[in-house]
């Protein structure tokens, strides 16, 4: 696809003589778009390459901007695109082209950085198109099946809250979100795992391929982690309430209203499959703390008998948020990773545990 400031350059002619190829150049050829040309052609392809990206280019893709066919064809596409930037050192370096580019990347556009030397203009830096031969390799890259390093292995996940009756229409509960688990759970069945996943009483959509265990008390729970075993690697998230009700069957009337609720302590899940005799050659458990989140973690990874624990502060608006700042503690050391969103704190500690298990049999 040859742009308007492209064919000042080089003409369609001369890419179709030499690609032996069609070359597409506009919107409103009468021919292509009787059958919707542009949509058509970003079904086909398996990755969009945009060479050169010129500084206006990105600046229009990442504004969503669709008025000629390649960047109607980039806004209609849903296959992987690559940008090899080439623009004056300048223009690359400018406010408005660094916030292009962020802003491609966080839409999951993947923007080469560009060469650097001396270019057309005179001046030096980088703006250089890269090498066709790192642009091959990017494609490459991109057009690669993606890495399945827990084909083969089971993955349990916990996650969300659990609800505990306290009458037919009352329960205790708490504010975990269920997103960190949802997302560890995606992560895994992605890296190719076969995922169970436990999940408390949230809204959340089950993420693909995953296998999911709807319960609603810390009883249920346990029961359906004892029922999902074997496993070779289990993450805890979920945020078991400590403690259950004594149920009544009748709701409870206001007069009725007992100066305490009779509580009894749940089962820990967490400690008792770390002892299991059965237990997953991995168990990871997670640590909320509002203080001394180190600390308390490191008692907690020895008390539970768990192999890992992800710690993470929980004085601020984690839970319910979509960030996380999380520490993985094992026995030999610490390792404090700076905020990611959970999608990627997840998508990190399965490569972890990926590492951990080495390739199944
Ligand atoms: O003791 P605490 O609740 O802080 O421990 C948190 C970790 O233990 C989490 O991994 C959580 O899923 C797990 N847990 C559990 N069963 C409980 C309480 C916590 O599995 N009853």
């Given amino acids: 696809m040859l742009t308007d400031g492209g064919s000042h350059f080089v003409t369609a002619m001369t890419l179709a003589a030499l690609s032996e190829e069609p070359v597409h150049t506009t919107l409103w050829d009468l021919k292509d778009e009787t059958e919707m040309g542009h949509i058509q052609l970003s079904r086909e392809a398996d990755l969009v390459v945009v060479a050169p990206g010129t500084a206006d280019l990105l600046a229009r893709m990442a504004a969503g901007i669709a008025d000629d066919l390649a960047t109607t064809l980039l806004l209609a596409t849903d296959k992987p695109v690559l940008v090899a930037p080439a623009m004056n050192v300048r223009m690359w370096s400018h406010a408005a082209t660094r916030r292009n580019v962020a802003t491609l990347r966080r839409d999951g556009v993947t923007v080469m950085e560009p060469d650097e030397g001396t270019m057309a203009c005179g001046e030096y830096g980088p703006g250089r198109l890269p090498e066709p031969a790192r642009i091959l390799a990017a494609a490459e890259t991109l057009l690669a099946p993606a890495a399945r390093p827990l084909q083969g292995r089971h993955v349990l996940v916990t996650a969300g809250p659990t609800h505990e009756p306290i009458d037919p229409v009352r329960y205790l509960a708490n504010r975990s979100s269920g997103k960190q688990g949802f997302a560890i759970a995606d992560a895994a069945a992605r890296a190719g795992a076969r995922v169970t996943l436990i999940a408390g009483p949230v809204t959340l959509p089950t993420p693909a391929g995953v296998d999911r265990v709807d319960v609603e008390t810390a009883l249920e729970m346990a029961a359906a982690v004892r029922a999902t075993l074997p496993a070779d690697a289990a993450v805890m998230v979920a945020a078991v309430a400590d403690w259950r009700v004594e149920a009544t069957g009748q709701k409870l009337k206001k007069g009725m ?57 929980v004085s601020g608006d984690v839970m319910g948020g979509d960030a996380n700042a999380v520490h993985l503690i094992n026995a030999a050391d610490v390792e404090s990773w700076a905020e990611l969103p959970k999608t990627e704190v997840a998508a990190r500690l399965i490569a972890r545990i990926a590492d951990a298990l080495g390739p199944a049999a």
Wanted: charged share 25%; glycine share 4%; aromatic share 4%.
């Fill in 257 to 313: 209203a007992a100066a305490a609720l009779p509580l009894t302590e749940n089962p820990d899940i967490l400690a008792a499959l770390s002892r299991a005799p059965d237990r997953p050659r991995l168990v990871i458990g997670f640590a909320a703390e509002t203080e001394r989140v180190i600390e308390h973690a490191t008692a907690k990874l020895a008390r539970k008998g768990c192999d890992w624990i992800v710690a993470n502060d």
